[in-house]
Structures are given as structure tokens and as C-alpha cells.
């Protein structure tokens, strides 16, 4: 644990910028007022029985990791290693002071969740919490992920909108049916334009089932779903040969100037 005082805490806290993790820093919250009461705690508590207790012998990559509240978490839970990984620098620096605050061995990297191979490794636990409708393109984030991180389980998060059931789909449909695209319980991602709760960076909207049918898609075998948010997943095979597509790389021809 640290050794600053209390004071010294909300100096450096209010010093980092608004918080949007609300984490309690030796009797210090860093985001008292968010509109979400006391996020992402709230959460956690509607679905840590489904992470196990103890985690000693694993690895976790907190993917977005914001400032570090699952990251932390995991390393109560005894994980050996915690890699938390996030775009923002003023997240990065929040995190790293919590993780100071809270004495936990954590290393923090500036990665984009579409560079996540420069890792290098598989971990045992990957956290994908509230990052996917951050994304422009969040199909390929879940194909990154299952390709080159994901070493057994994926606790994934997003906020939804629209219907929380999910209607039973078929393997295929005629082209002119289509009753099936107006049931409120298919798979739907809505498209945001503009802003969301006056949050540019909110792009997508999914409903459960859209959440659901991703993960199956990237590959991902729902063992639960803890919380209506909420998913639990193994790495599996990907139920169609196509995954993630990369940017067109040059291949010489014969000539140098040809293309793949």
C-alpha cells in the first residue's frame, strides 16, 4: 500500500483529470459523482461469482482497461501476471497511480486493441469491458483478440440497447424472407452517427443477441452469462474460415509492382 496520506491522494487524483472508473484509493474516490452511482463496482458485483476466486497461475489482459479498475481485481485474485492496455494517455496515468495507491504489480501499455499481436503472448483471461461500442470496427477487434491473445477465456462487456432476449436463428434464410429482420429479438448493431449521451467516441448500440452472435462469430463459446451485459466465453474455432482481414500487403509478381 502506499504511503502518501489521503490528502496527497485527492491531490494527485484531482491532478489526473475527470475519472471515469470510480476506485476507492485508501478512502479517496476518484469519481464520486458519476452518473452511473459507483461504476464500475456496481457491475462487478452482478457478475464476479463467475470469474474464479483464485486466480494464482494466471495471466489477464485488460484490454481498454481505462484506469484500472478489473485490472486491479485481477490481481487481488492472486493473478501472476496483469497487463492492462488502453489508447489514452490520461487513462494509462490514472491506472498506473490507482495501481500505485493500491500497491499492485501491474504493467500498463499504450495499445490500440487492433495492435494487440505486438503482445506476442496468450493469456489466460482476456477483459474486453465496455470497449466494444467504443470501436469503428468491432467485429475485427473480436477477430484480433481470438487471434492472437485470447489463450482460454474472454470476459466480455458492451453496453446494449434494444431487446434483451434472443430469438432462436436459423443456419439460413430464403432472399425474400424477411419478417425475421423486424423481430426486436434478432441480432441488431445500431449504428450511432453522431453522439450517444454526449459521447462521440459511442459508435454502436448491440442488443443481446447481437452480442451473443458476435462472439460465436469471432470464435467464442458462451459458457454464461452472468449479467445481462454480461458474457463468459471460451476460445473455440471459428464457425466460418474468414476472420480478420488485414490491409492489402504488396507481393512481387515478377515485375515488383504487383499486388495481393
Not at 484509493?25 to 463467475?50: I, M, S
Amino acid at each position: 500500500m502506499t504511503a502518501l496520506s489521503q490528502t496527497e491522494i485527492r491531490e494527485r487524483a484531482a491532478a489526473l483529470g475527470q475519472w471515469f472508473h470510480n476506485i476507492d484509493l485508501e478512502g479517496v474516490p476518484t469519481a464520486p459523482d458519476h452518473f452511473l452511482n459507483d461504476y464500475p463496482n456496481v457491475k462487478w458485483q452482478r457478475f464476479k461469482h463467475a470469474i474464479p476466486e483464485n486466480l494464482s497461475g494466471k495471466t489477464v489482459l485488460d484490454v481498454g482497461c481505462n484506469a484500472g479498475f478489473y485490472s486491479i481485481e485481477m490481481k487481488r485474485r492472486g493473478a501472476d501476471r496483469v497487463v492492462g492496455i488502453d489508447f489514452d494517455d490520461r487513462y494509462l496515468e490514472q491506472a498506473r497511480f490507482a495501481a500505485e495507491v493500491k500497491g499492485a504489480d501491474i504493467e500498463f501499455r499504450k495499445l490500440s486493441v487492433y495492435d494487440v499481436a505486438e503482445l506476442g503472448e496468450t493469456f489466460d483471461i482476456v477483459l474486453f469491458m465496455g470497449v466494444l461500442y467504443h470501436l469503428r470496427h468491432p467485429l475485427l477487434a473480436l477477430d484480433l483478440i481470438h487471434d492472437h491473445v485470447a489463450g482460454d477465456l474472454l470476459i466480455y462487456q458492451s453496453m446494449q440497447r434494444g431487446s434483451a432476449q434472443e430469438a432462436p436463428v436459423r443456419s439460413d434464410y430464403d432472399f425474400f424472407e424477411q419478417d425475421h429482420f423486424n423481430d426486436p429479438a434478432y441480432p441488431k448493431l445500431h449504428f450511432i452517427e453522431h453522439e450517444y449521451a454526449g459521447d462521440w467516441t459511442n459508435w454502436w448500440a448491440p442488443n443481446a443477441a447481437c452480442s451473443a452472435a458476435m462472439l460465436r462469430s469471432a470464435g467464442f463459446e458462451i459458457l454464461e452469462h452472468p449479467e445481462e451485459e454480461v458474457f463468459v466465453c471460451r476460445v473455440t474455432e471459428r464457425p466460418k474460415p474468414w476472420g480478420a482481414v488485414y490491409p492489402t500487403k504488396p507481393r512481387s509478381n515478377g515485375n515488383g509492382r504487383g499486388k495481393a
